[in-house]
């Protein structure tokens, strides 16, 4: 009687279990539950918690290692007292007892509810406004002005942990004035690469980077970033979380303000050689944007003048005035017009580098006063970020960004003509199904606003640290989200949540690989270290993955497949951020554009005599490329300067050559004749003859094999150059004319094959060489001219 009795305490019991689970299910989506976590987390000053529980545990699990998430959804890390103030840490979050469901999204930061389609797309891409929108509207409804700093934390539930986990935190795009951390569904990449994941809202357009006075500086989203990394530093450890291994991830004006965030004083520990705190960011990744990219950051130089339009429409010109929520309602500022009138993709309302917050040291150097962060960042930049801050960069090529319609460049019409004329010459394609040349305006804007830039800031920023550039080939979804967050492995509550729907293998493949890269940074600082966690061994790398600079190295992933390519994109490098940014300062490269002008005018030229028309020389996309004919004599000088100073160089090298041909005879005519009846001459390198060496013991720089064939010993000879695919590769890039064009003129050492003179002469029937004058070895370290690197 009594085991019958405990027979049925254990059955009630367990149907007791079943049932509240069953009505704790909160939804499903495509075998993935999501129900009421059973556990209750108590954090003293934030009260108790309970989140969802979302279960991977089944077919997810066995194909990709996924294991379960606990998200706590809408935790408010932030407070601001009135509009335009700067936020402060929230401690007492729920003081009462009261155990409080975590388990809805807090409301959106203010912004713009667009209902105009034709309107958005003159600011964004026509895929952003008809595809990508719509699907975003759900998630930015409900908004509160004054109460929207929340966070959303996914916390992967793995048995038996024996230390912390890394802690990433995601820093949403979609520009300045649009967006919120909830579209983005950190669950999937938390359970793949068992870190913790945490999403953001910020404050967005006017509400975050108004710009008032010195004093209101319009920094109120970078304070509300900072306020969030220090939330983390104080309590995520009671999510399992490690405070000493933050990750900032950022993607598009998202990554422009994580390149920000990390240079504030209170961020990375104080600015100078001696660092006063621990910094609050340890690694970070950037999407396809930095601060310095064209037209995502300002200085209040450039904005005066609209800042007076906006007071003046407000009818209101002191901050007192705009603090006022009955007078200015939230709906006035939303509704200002912040984009230029010429250019929609242009928003004066963007994050500040001059004043920026919290900077107020003085440069080192007397250099332009203006924007002292960036001159700063070019010759102090480890004196910026955080010390042993490891930094990975991703883009995709083939994503249609917004397009730009201008580049900066020098007042100097003729210089301007240059630059124009070189531009054109260098993104000019022929179109084999139209027969006509066009301009490849896809690929000029990805190189001037993406990669540029990039490259400009990996090269200030490897000086002190290693950086690794991921460069991804896909074109599906407009956004690598899918891809890094893993949303085409799995159903998410995510803006991309039926990715997963249409998503083919490679494209999963090319996620885990993603993820795998960023798991190997985020726990360990280093791509090349496996994170513990890493369990894929189909997808494993053998391959070390080198830094950007000085090799130009990149890591591809393409259809499926990670690779390193060496000298990738080095063209680019040297023409955006040298020759365009010096061109005003540096004599030689006038002259050197001045021949790219020549060779684009022989090429426009022939183009029109075949009355094939060309599309880049319209006025309708840009003014860039209008030629301008009140220079035809200038050119006409530039070509007989050319024309007879290559003249003079052939008649140089012709005189060097004859010499140099005379001097190399040091043999006579009849003691070559004694090698007739010999086999021809092997030469080895030096690794190759010290085998040879092993095996037969000898030593002496040369002998004679039984065949016949003299060995010559390598250190008398020039070793060859073996980087023939690399030069192959680079040749086959957009831009690799004007790569080959500028090796020529700038003062680097290009890979030769030489062969120094050898006497052979005959003593005593044996035959004997060596070298009339000995060499040491010559390595030629890259195939890149020393200019670009």
């Not at 405070?243 to 209170?266: H, Q």
């Not at 094999?705 to 010993?713: A, C, H, L, P, V």
């Amino acid at each position: 009687m009594f085991y019958l009795l405990i027979i049925v305490i254990y059955f009630n019991h367990h149907l007791l279990l079943h049932t509240t689970s069953a009505s704790s299910l909160l939804f499903t989506l495509d075998n993935v539950r999501y129900s009421l976590s059973d556990r209750v987390l108590t954090i003293p000053k934030l009260g108790a918690l309970r989140g969802i529980h979302i279960d991977y545990e089944n077919e997810y699990y066995k194909k990709y290692n996924l294991v379960n998430i606990e998200a706590f959804l809408g935790l408010q890390y932030g407070l601001y007292h009135g509009r335009f103030e700067p936020s402060k840490e929230r401690f007492e979050l729920h003081p009462t007892t009261k155990v409080n469901k975590q388990i809805y999204f807090g409301p959106a930061c203010a912004q713009y509810i667009w209902t105009n389609q034709s309107e958005l797309i003159r600011i964004r891409t026509e895929n952003f406004a008809k595809q990508y929108y719509p699907k975003l509207l759900k998630y930015i409804q409900k908004q509160n002005e004054q109460q929207c700093l929340y966070m959303n934390i996914y916390q992967p539930q793995i048995k038996n942990l024996k230390e912390p986990l890394p802690v990433l935190l995601f820093i949403h795009g979609d520009g300045y004035d649009i967006g919120t951390g909830a579209a983005f569904d950190g669950a999937i990449f938390a359970s793949y690469t068992k870190a913790i994941v945490v999403t953001i809202n910020y404050r967005l357009g006017p509400f975050g980077f108004l710009y008032l006075s010195r004093e209101n500086k319009g920094d109120y989203a970078l304070h509300d970033i900072y306020t969030s990394l220090h939330w983390l530093k104080n309590y995520v450890t009671n999510f399992n979380g490690d405070p000493d291994r933050i990750t900032l991830y950022g993607t598009g004006s998202g990554a422009v303000l994580a390149s920000l965030v990390v240079m504030l004083e209170t961020v990375n520990g104080g600015t100078g050689t001696i660092k006063r705190r621990k910094s609050l960011v340890h690694r970070l990744i950037l999407n396809d944007q930095t601060f310095l990219s064209p037209y995502m950051t300002s200085i209040v130089n450039e904005i005066s003048s609209y800042q007076r339009d906006i007071l003046s429409d407000l009818s209101c010109s002191t901050l007192l005035c705009l603090r006022n929520e009955s007078l200015i309602k939230t709906k006035d500022l939303l509704e200002l017009n912040t984009y230029s009138k010429n250019y929609g993709y242009i928003n004066y309302i963007k994050p500040l580098e001059y004043p920026f917050p919290f900077f107020n040291s003085f440069l080192d150097t007397k250099i332009d006063h203006i924007n002292s962060l960036r001159m700063k960042f070019y010759h102090q930049s480890n004196t910026l970020l955080p010390e042993n801050l490891h930094i990975l960069l991703t883009i995709s090529s083939s994503i249609n960004h917004s397009l730009f319609q201008e580049i900066n460049i020098n007042n100097n019409n003729n210089r301007n003509n240059i630059i124009e004329d070189l531009i054109n010459y260098a993104y000019t394609k022929w179109n084999i199904k139209t027969n006509e040349y066009y301009f490849d305006k896809y690929l000029f804007n990805y190189h001037q606003q993406i990669l540029g830039p990039l490259l400009k800031y990996s090269k200030y920023v490897s000086n002190d640290r290693n950086i690794h550039i991921l460069e991804r080939y896909s074109n599906k979804y407009q956004s690598e989200l899918p891809y890094t967050f893993g949303y085409v492995l799995a159903p998410s509550m995510s803006v991309f949540n039926d990715t997963y729907l249409n998503a083919d293998e490679n494209e999963r493949i090319e996620s885990m690989k993603s993820m795998d890269l960023f798991a190997n940074l985020i726990h360990n600082g280093d791509i090349n270290i496996k994170s513990p966690y890493h369990q894929n061994i189909q997808y494993e790398s053998i391959e070390k993955w080198h830094p950007v600079f000085p090799e130009f190295n990149f890591i591809l992933l393409k259809n499926g497949n990670l690779s390193q390519v060496r000298g990738y994109h080095a063209e680019v490098h040297y023409l955006f951020n040298n020759i365009i940014v010096n061109h005003s300062e540096n004599s030689f490269d006038i002259n050197l554009l001045n021949t790219w002008k020549t060779l684009y005018d022989v090429s426009h030229k022939k183009n029109q005599s075949t009355n094939i028309y060309s599309s880049l020389l319209t006025r309708q996309f840009s003014p860039l490329f209008d030629s301008n004919n009140n220079n035809n004599i200038n050119n006409q000088k530039y070509i007989f300067i050319l024309a007879l100073s290559t003249f003079i160089l052939l008649i140089v090298n012709l005189c060097i050559c004859i010499i140099l041909s005379r001097r190399g005879q040091g043999c006579r005519k009849r003691e070559y004749n004694c090698l007739n009846d010999h086999k021809q001459l092997n030469l080895v390198n030096q690794s190759e003859q010290h085998k040879h060496q092993q095996r037969h013991g000898g030593s002496s720089p040369s002998s004679t094999n039984s065949n016949g064939t003299i060995t010559i010993d390598s250190t008398q000879q020039l070793i060859v150059n073996t980087n023939s695919n690399e030069q192959e590769h680079h040749s086959s890039s957009p831009l690799s004319s004007l790569l080959c064009t500028t090796n020529s003129s700038i003062n680097s050492t290009s890979p030769i094959d030489v062969l120094h003179p050898i006497n052979i002469t005959k003593k005593n029937g044996i035959l004997k060489c060596s070298s009339i004058k000995k060499t040491s070895v010559l390595v030629v370290a890259s195939s890149l001219p020393e200019a670009i690197v």
